[in-house]
């Protein structure tokens, strides 16, 4: 394919007649909070220490004897009208027509601009050594949606690893297809969807009071404060 | 504690701040140079041509900064790409910006040198919409995150034009009576024009502190996310640089001594420079690394 042929941003691919939209659902239903999608994903792509192309948050409610643990997976939401495509300022990143938002490592200047503009911290930038040297450093770097594995048929690692089978991957402009019957099926939720962003990621949330819980700002408990004062001495605040 | 929390960082840190306060001391101080030759206000000819190279030293130091804040510093030329330009990214516009306004402001130095009236006359007013789109364009740069609740606002460019025009006074007077130390009696700046200048920055602060009212009143009745903000970052983490230094050293304090009788004279105006330079560059620092700040709450 040629080089410019996809450098400014695909079109919106949700719903078109004939064109693939790839999307995701998370059943948080099934759930459990295993981290193997971390895992999974961390060996695929060697992601290193201190930055994640998908995790799981975890918050624990209720008081003892009546807790209960949230789980809530995360990744790049692929979205339709992707807000890091559009401030890409070397379109060093851009939207597949099938869906994917990518990144071209060779273009990329690591401005940060894209983390700048995406609302779900879905970007991460890479640091300056690598166990691995032949894979980029000090660029910025995302999920994939496993484009290489999906371009060959297979589902990415995340879900193809997911034991619960919470993590569905598949076309959702395809009626047939597991996703479009889950989100036709069932009350979904997209993360921001007030941002515009057309997310591609559905939640099927386990209950309707765990919606206020996983999603929004919150006043963290004391034990996550700690936890971020931690990890702020560890990185630092800021690049 | 046995929960697995995972914790983001901030992308854009001090260095995007400290090349904020240096794109609008710039603009700010480019303005003065305009005043004599493209606005007609004679007062202001003599102090037209250091102003102008202040503004053009401020503007060289930002590609510096800003290469050296790219994770791949050797391609920052990818920027000026054509076949990589892209359109929809304010940044690309910033670019070209960046690069044509000391350029501008170089030419319009030079004719100010010879005393060509008309020369100087139209290559400041291309400089002065170069300055202002320059530093407008740090606001929207900002501005164009709808996540960042404290920077997603129109009032961002203006805010950050205020605080160019105020803190681009404040650095040009500091220079101006450092300079004088240098001079003979006869070529020093006089102080009629350092307390015309105290009087600008004085009016320039009370715009200012009406803008952050404004921002300040939107924000206490906003959606719940800017609430938050609100609570988290003006009030807690950042209460220093905004309440501290932005708005009670860099604002109150600054305008307490240019409209009482200390302000009149130079020791005054100096020492009111020196706050809102200080004032400004806090606001930067919140104002960059806040919004993001909040954003790193999300999970």
Known sequence: MPERSFGLQAPPSLGAPGKK????????????????????????????????????SVRTVGQYPHVKKHFLPRLCNHCDDPPCVRSCPVQATYKHEEGFVLQRYERCIGCRACMVACPFNARHFLPKKRSNPNLPTNVVDKCTFCFHRVSQGFAPACAQTCVGRARIFGDINDPNSEVAKLVAANSTIVLKPEMGTKPQIYYIMPNQKSMSQEVGLLEEPADVKEDRKAHREHFGLYF | MLDYQVFHTIPWGMRIAIYFWLVGASAGSFVISSLGWVFGVKKYKPIALPASITAIILLLIVPIILIADLGKPERFWYLLRPDFWHASSPMAWGTLLISAYPGAMLIYSWFVYKENEFQAKVWGILSIILAVSTHWYTGVVM?????????????????????????????????????????????????????????????????????????????????????????????????????????????????????????????????????????????????????????????
């Open chain 1, 21 to 56: 939209r790839y999307a995701m659902v998370v059943d948080l239903r099934r759930c459990i909070g295993c981290m193997a999608c971390v895992l999974a994903d961390k060996a695929e792509f060697e992601v290193p220490l201190g930055v994640w192309r998908t995790w799981v």
């Open chain 2, 143 to 299: 501005e164009l995150n709808p996540s960042r609740e404290i920077n997603h606002t129109s009032l961002a460019p203006i805010l950050f034009l205020t605080g160019a025009f105020v803190s681009g006074i404040g650095f040009l007077i500091i220079v101006l009576f450092i300079r004088n130390f240098f001079l003979p009696a006869d070529k020093q700046v006089g102080a009629e024009m350092f307390a015309g200048m105290g009087r600008l920055m004085a009016w320039g602060l009370v715009f200012d502190l009406f803008l952050i009212f404004s921002e300040f009143l939107q924000m206490s009745y906003g959606t719940g996310d800017e609430i938050v903000a609100l609570k988290h970052i003006l009030l807690g983490v950042f209460s220093f640089q905004f309440l501290w230094l932005e708005v009670i050293f860099g604002i109150i304090a600054p305008l307490i001594i240019l409209f009482s009788s200390f302000g009149r004279s130079l020791t005054g105006i100096v020492a009111a420079s020196i706050l809102v330079d200080i004032g400004v560059l806090a606001m930067r620092q919140w104002w960059t690394i806040g919004g993001q700040y909040l954003q790193t709450y999300f999970q």
